[in-house]
Every structure is written in C-alpha cells, then in structure tokens.
C-alpha cells in the first residue's frame, strides 16, 4: 500500500528533495492526474508497497529534473536505481517485473498481451481522450 510522507502528501513544488525510504519504490506523482492514477491504480492492485511525492506540475521543484529527463510525472524510481516514466509503459514494465507473489494483470503470451494492449488502446482513444478534450475545451 501507498505510503504518502505527510510532508509531501500535497503537491510540492518544495526547493529541497523529501527524504525518503531508500528501501521502496518512489512514485512521483501529481493529485488529479490520470496517468498517475493508472500507475497508482496497478501498485495498489498489485499490493506493491511504494511511496508517492506529489509534484505541483505547475511549479515544478528544480531537483525533479535530475530524477526524471522528461521532467513529468508519473515517474517511478525504484530501490535498485531504475527510473521509469510513460504510464502506460510504466504499467507494463511494473506488471511483468513485480510478478511473484502479485495478482498479473497483462498475460504472458505475446499475442494475447498484443490483444490486451490493443484494447487498452481502444479504449483511450474512444473514452478518455475525447473526454480530455472536452475538459480542456471548456476551459
Ligand atoms: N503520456 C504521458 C503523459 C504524462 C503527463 O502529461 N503528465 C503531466 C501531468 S498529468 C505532466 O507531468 N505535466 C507536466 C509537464 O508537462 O510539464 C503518460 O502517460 O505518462
């Protein structure tokens, strides 16, 4: 389960990186964003135990873009170093790399996941992105 340090539990844009437990997974995250929610969703899911710093992507803290060189959330750094950002990607790499002892969401064979993905395809392109469209439409 998610464990928010109370000092960054709302979004940062904090001059000074948060301390952290070297011994989880760090999810850089921002509240209201579905990307983040994805990626949070699936870690919940997976009963992976990992930490969040919320990021105010409006006024982003300097030191973000030495973890991450696109500079957006959600980015993932776990205990080992890797760094991992794209939500989707990130889903998948964390699916199939925390699989012992965690439910699986894609499955292993390779045209059953292609058919997986393509539905997950589908579905952005038909539900979520014209639903992020409008919303940044009635702006
Ligand atoms: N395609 C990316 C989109 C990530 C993205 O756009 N994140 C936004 C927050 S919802 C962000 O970090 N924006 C800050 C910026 O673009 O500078 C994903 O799926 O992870």
Redesign the pocket.
Known sequence: MAVITDDYSANTSASSRPVLDPTLPTLYS?R?????Q??RLLLNAKEIPFQVVN?N?WD?PKWFLGVTP?????TAVEPNGRVT??????AQYLDEEYRAGTKQFLPSDPYAKARELLQIERIIAIVADPIRDASLESK
Do not use: H
């Not at 209201?32 to 983040?36: D, E, H, I, K, L």
């Not at 950002?85 to 990130?90: A, K």
């Open positions: 921002t209201m964003s579905p990307y983040c994805r990626v990021i992507i982003k696109l500079n957006k959330v959600p950002f794209e939500s989707l990607i990130m």
